[in-house]
């Protein structure tokens, strides 16, 4: 089994930035890739970034694109999604999740095995 637990949420005005954190315990060895997503009230989930764990691969939503940054730190199990020019659209809970295998959808909720409890980020106008 593999834990994850996010940090870093918070509120922000529009145009600031914000760092979350994902800390991975337990099984890490057998993670292949971690992600983020995001769910503002009323409304779906929807993918935000993924890095590849071994390749440091990343792929991101477009709505954040040369926004968002993600990276990661693999001696401390550990990945970051740096946050900048941050919108009232930003606002959501966001989640830090992990898969174990390679998935033809990454971008789907449904080929993540692990997930954190979520973290809000809120962005004022």
């Known amino acids: 089994q593999v834990q994850l637990v996010e940090s870093g949420g918070g509120t922000v005005q529009a145009g600031g930035s914000l760092r979350l954190s994902c800390a991975a315990s337990?099984?890490?060895?057998?993670?292949?890739?971690m992600g983020w997503f995001r769910q503002a009230p009323g409304k779906e989930r929807n993918f935000v970034a993924r890095i590849s764990r071994f390749t440091g691969r990343t792929d991101y939503a477009d709505s954040v694109k040369d926004r968002f940054t993600i990276t990661r730190d693999i001696a401390k199990n550990t990945v970051y999604l740096q946050m900048n020019s941050l919108k009232p659209e930003d606002t959501a809970i966001y989640y830090c999740?992990?898969?174990?295998?390679?998935?033809?959808?990454?971008?789907?909720?449904?080929?993540?095995?692990?997930w954190g409890q979520g973290t809000q980020v809120t962005v004022s106008s």
């Open positions: 337990g099984r890490t060895s057998t993670l292949y890739a």
């Open positions: 999740a992990a898969d174990r295998d390679p998935s033809p959808n990454q971008y789907a909720g449904s080929a993540y095995d692990y």
